[in-house]
Each structure stands twice: as C-alpha cells, then as structure tokens.
C-alpha cells in the first residue's frame, strides 16, 4: 500500500522551537533514530515522516501536520494506532488531534458494517432520535437482570445494553444472563410490538469475545457492545469482520487519555475500525466535556467520510427526561440518547418513567425549535 | 473470590469538593448509578465502592483511595483496567496514582513466569546490567534487519528487539524476518561465545500474535515483545499463559495516558499481567519523565509484591555510552540498559560502538560510587 496519510498534532511549544519538535514528531512515530544514520535513500523517502503543515493554534500552540507513509500501517488495526500515537502519547506536550488517510486506508479498515441506518432498521425508526438505558447495577443475578430489561422494554425504550461493568462474573456469567435477558426482552417486546435490543457487554480476549458472540447471537441478539480501548483495536476489527450480521456499539472506557481529542478517538477512530455505535460521555452531565466537543464527535461519527457508514452517536452520562427538548435540538435526530440512573431512580415507577423518556423523544418537535432559532422577530 | 482491593487515586479539586467527589468516584467505578436506587442491601454491601481515606497531595490535590470489590474483576486483565479507570479516565481531574490488592488477586494474575532470574539465566548474566537495542529503521527487508542484528550481536549485546513500529508489513513480514535475524544472531553468537537474545514484536489480534509466536518459537527465540496498551491487557496475560516457555518484553507504546501515574501503569501493572520486562521512556533522553518517575517505576517493577517475580526495568530513548556510569549509578544492576540511535548513528564503526557500551555496562564499578556517596569527607 502507497501513499500517506496526514496525520494532525497539537504541539505545546513555543515558536523557536516548533520547527524542531515537528521534525522529530515525524521521525518519532516512523522511524525513530537518527535520520542521518538511515543509508537507504528510498526507505528514506519512502518511511520517515514528513513534516506537512505548522499552523499556529493558540498561545504557544501549534497544529503540525506530518505525513506518515501508509505502508507502516497496513490494515492492522492496532498498528494504526501504534503508529499514530505510540510514542508520542509519551510526551506531555502533544496531542493527537486528527487524521486524513487515503481512500484505500479507510476503504481497507471498512468502518460500520451496519450504521446508524442498521440501528434504524432493526428498530423500524427511520426518522427520529433514538432511546438507550443500561442494565445496572453489576452483581444482579441474571434473573433481575432480566426483569429489569423486561421492564424498560415495556417502557417502550428502543436498546437496551449491559453496564459496562458488567463482563463474565460469577454473579452473572455471559452464558447465564444473555438467553435469559434476551427472552425477557423478547417477551416484553411480543406484548408491546416495538422493537427492543438487548446488546451485552464483551470482555475478556478474543476467545471469549467469540465464545460470547455465538451465545449471543444463539440468543436472538442483534448488537453486542465492547470498549476499544480495553478490547485492542485489532480484537475489534476482527470480531466486526468475523460477525458481519451483528451491530457493535463502542463503549469509551479506557479511552479517556486526555492527549488524544475525543472527536477523532471515539467519532473516527471507533468508527474506522467498524463500530456502529459510539457511547461517549455527553456535555453537562456527571463528566466534563464540552458542548463543542461532543458535537465534534458527533460530526466526525456522523459526516461524510470515505464513503463509509455513519456511526449512532451516544451521548450518555447525567442524561434525564428535562433534557430531552435540548439535547435533540443539539444533535438532531440522528442520535440515541442514553440515560441510566434517572430512570432507576424512578423505583417502582420506572416503566413509566422510561416511558415518559421515550414519549418526550418521539414526540420532540424539530420544526419548532428551528423555527424559533431563525424567525424574523417583530421587536429590534 | 471475595475482598476488597484499594484503589490510590490524585483527585485535583478543593477541600470542600472532596468528600463528594470520592464518593462519586467510589459509585463511578462499581456501580455507576444512584446507590439509593439499589434495593439489594447485598449488593449496596459487596459491590459498591467505599471511600476508605481522603490524604491531602498538594495545593486542591487529594490521594483518594477507594475500596473496590474484587468481584467486580476476579481474573480478567481488560476487566481489571475497566474497573480501576475506564470511565473515570473520562474525568479530566482524576490520576489512577496506585493499586493494593489482596494475594490471591495478585497470584490469580500470577506476575512474570520468568522476570530478571529469566533473563539473567539465558545471557549467562548473574551480577551485572544487562544491554539491549534496537532493529531500526521499520521499512529494512529481512536480509539488512538480519544483517544488523549479526552485527549488533558481535558487539556483544544481550537483546536485539525489533523496533516496535515492525510489525507484519510487506518489507518484512514476521515469518520473512524472523527466523532469518534468529539464524542471523545465533550465528554472531556461536562466534562471540556470548548468548544474545533476539527479541521479535508481535502484533495484530490475538489469533495473529499466536501464529507469530508459534513461528517465533521455531526460530529458537526466547522472547517476545508486545504492547500492552496496544494488544489489550486481556490478550497478553493470555499469551503468557499459554506460552510458559517464553519471556515477555513490554512495549510502552499508547500507554503515555497522563492520568495513570507511570510506576503504576508500567510497573505494577504490567508486571501483574506477566511481562517479564518493560520498556520506558528514561528521563534525560527524548523523552519528558523525570528521574522521579522513572525511579518510582523501576521500583515497583522490583520491588517484592505478592512474591511475584521482579520485572526487569528496560529505560530507553537517548541512551547513550557517556550515560552508562550515571544511569547504572541510579538503577543499580538490575536493569536493561536500551541503547537504539546513538549506536547506528556510528555507522560503519557500528560493532565497535557496541563493544564499547557493552563493556562500559559490563565493566561498571558499583562499589566506587557508593564508596564516594558515602565516603567521610575530610574537610567539613
């Protein structure tokens, strides 16, 4: 494989010396030595990172952009990011902050199988937002577990996915849990005739992953959910090659690394490498990121990229019924709100607190809140 | 398995944030919902986190340790990172700082198989430091990889690795390159009468890195190389069970997450999960750790812990002969010194550079710095 891709950083520096650390970015994450020592003029050429762009980016900031030669990376996954950041997550002072790759890069990694329209199609949703909760807490047994799923299908919520802390556990092993929530979903579903899906949780290596992935497949389950950065990127990629059928929602675990911006970790990065739906922490909720970040990720999961699918942004984290008007107003319609602990708080109401949720985000009108946003006001 | 591991972790807020902020720390890594929610008085008991002390650690800056269950993890690797930090690596104000953990966590990780006793039996090398470098540049066909690493051999190092950027790319897939540099080594090494290692980088999904260690091990290897944050610590600590013959070399590429404190991500942590060596940015090199930090590393690589085996220190990037008295000074014997650049940057002189640190590490007098770190001096 040819070519390069172009490769962005944030560099804290001031300007005297930005030239020189840009130069030894691109050496760092290609060749790492000397490059005087390397005698092979084509390997030269061919390997070592370039230097593209230096673009002032804030006080003693800089955007540099080097080009990295594709033939470092392939198609392996892992090596992507190996490449992109290995090293230089070691240094203070740089922040991964996007990539451009070539057609055949992102043609080759593939990116969702399924997208946000593979969510719209198992759920018969094709124009509005869609809804999320989460089984919690870890340590129900599997049989609360299922109850709990049954309820908030009966609510009418659209997915609903394990806590991520919930993995393999003797209180509720994969193999005991999954038919079991699964049926449960499946039975509520028969008695409210809307879709629900049950997605669990992936753990441990990629033998287990497939060992769950066949339970739940046998099980009816049409979505699992893993974190890429606890999984590996190249674990990922080949459970999305292996299960063309199943959807893969990511979960952002791990991935928090304050020094790779979240846009370009969780909206391209986890789409890339095949995942069709990205939970991330939203703005205003028990995290900290910002507005304008997780519309970055939400743009990058979503916009037009080498042709491949878009992914369901999640925003999830401090997620209640109030702010449904303005979290859609926010992200639109392509996205599917997550919320957990608003709705357990509801206790014996919770059926009808998800229903309530789900009510609000069916129900929520577009047109008013652009038409409010643009119309020519009578007073100055 | 039952009991509690204690989680350290550097909270940056004020004095009147903490209380809260431990305790929503203690929820975020168990059960990451409203505790009053949780009708089950078991789970509230067993599975919850619990605040065990709040210690002051600077200006707005707390030591926060959290009692986490053990349940929540038992034996998974990936698990054991997602519950110490995988949403709370989302928390920009939050440090993974250190781990206690009860014994039979520690022994069900099991630590190295083989640590410094592994190496120092296969070099013949009881007492001294031992060296390592490194194949570079990525992008050389098998025959100059092999070429080097002859070389590289004739100057007497103890380890080759390959570079962590070769992977299985096209100019040297692992099973073009690595029986040939093994034959290439063992060669150099029927010559010198000295053992040397050749050390390959294993990369892609866990399926890939099995061929390659299959492939590794008929080529006569003894150890391998891998990047933890990069293959998921769940592949790895498999890899190691499944190879109990083989000595693992971790790699810390991705791994420079500013929020886990360095000596605990790379020293304790790797070293749990079975890596017998750990490569790390040393400080004065290239990189920006401190002496500080690389000291508190190589510590906890060492230090008794559960009766694991000690992992051996391998402080890289900017090594050079000059600093061998220093750094051997500062580590003491039980380290692998990593010399890449400033070798092939001698380049015909290449074997003699070698030579050259190899018997400034061999030939380091130990007894003559502490004599004048603790010598009576005459005048006052």
């Known amino acids: 494989m040819g070519g390069r891709l172009k490769v962005t950083y944030l560099v804290s520096c001031g300007v005297q010396a930005v030239e020189s650390r840009a130069r030894a970015l691109a050496v760092e994450q290609s060749v ?15 390997i070592v990172g370039r230097v593209d762009a230096i673009e002032p980016a804030g006080a003693d900031r800089f955007a540099v952009t080097i080009a990295l030669a594709c033939a470092t990376i392939e198609a392996d996954a892992g090596q992507l990011l190996n490449m992109l950041f290995g090293n230089s997550s070691l240094h203070d002072d740089v922040v991964l902050a996007d990539v451009a790759l070539p057609d055949d890069m992102a043609a080759g990694f593939g990116g969702p199988r399924h997208g946000i329209a593979g969510f719209r199609g198992r759920l018969g949703a094709e124009r509005r937002a869609l809804t999320a909760t989460a089984l919690k807490p870890q340590g129900l047994p599997p049989a609360a577990l299922a109850d709990l799923a049954q309820k908030f299908a009966a ?3 659209d997915l609903i996915k394990d806590d991520h802390g919930i993995a393999d556990q ?15 979903v499946r039975e509520a579903v028969r ?5 629900t899906l049950y997605v669990p949780n992936l753990s441990g290596d990629l033998d287990s992953m497939r060992v769950q992935l066949a339970c739940a497949g046998a099980a009816g389950v049409a979505a699992v959910m893993v974190a890429p950065m606890v999984a590996g990127f190249a674990t990922v990629r080949t459970l ?10 990511a979960h952002p675990a791990l991935g928090g690394a304050s020094r790779v911006a ?8 986890f789409r890339l490498i095949g995942c069709d739906a990205i939970v991330y922490p939203n703005f205003g909720g028990r995290f900290g990121w910002s507005a304008q970040t997780c519309r970055a990720l939400a ?12 992914s369901l942004p999640g925003p999830a984290g401090g997620m209640t019924r109030e702010r449904v008007p303005e ?9 599917m709100l997550l919320i957990g602990g608003a709705l357990l708080e509801a206790g014996p109401r919770l059926i009808e607190a998800t229903a309530d949720f789900v009510a609000a985000v069916h129900g929520h009108d577009y047109v008013k809140a652009v038409r409010a946003r643009t119309s020519i006001r009578s007073s100055p």
Chains 1, 2 share one sequence.
């Open 299 to 310: 743009d990058a999961a979503r916009a037009p990229w080498h042709g491949l699918a878009p």
């Open 262 to 269: 979240p846009p370009l970790l969780f909206g391209k990065l």
């Open 240 to 249: 999305v090659t292996e299960n063309p059928d199943m959807a893969f929602v």
């Open 170 to 184: 003797s209180y509720a092993p994969f193999a005991a849990r999954v038919p079991r929530i699964a049926d449960a």
């Open 32 to 46: 790492e030595m000397p490059v005087a020592a390397i005698t092979d003029a084509a390997l030269r050429d061919g």
């Open 327 to 335: 979290l859609l107003d926010f992200y639109g319609p392509d996205v």
């Open 155 to 157: 609510g009418g919520i």
């Open 191 to 195: 008695k409210t005739g809307r879709p």
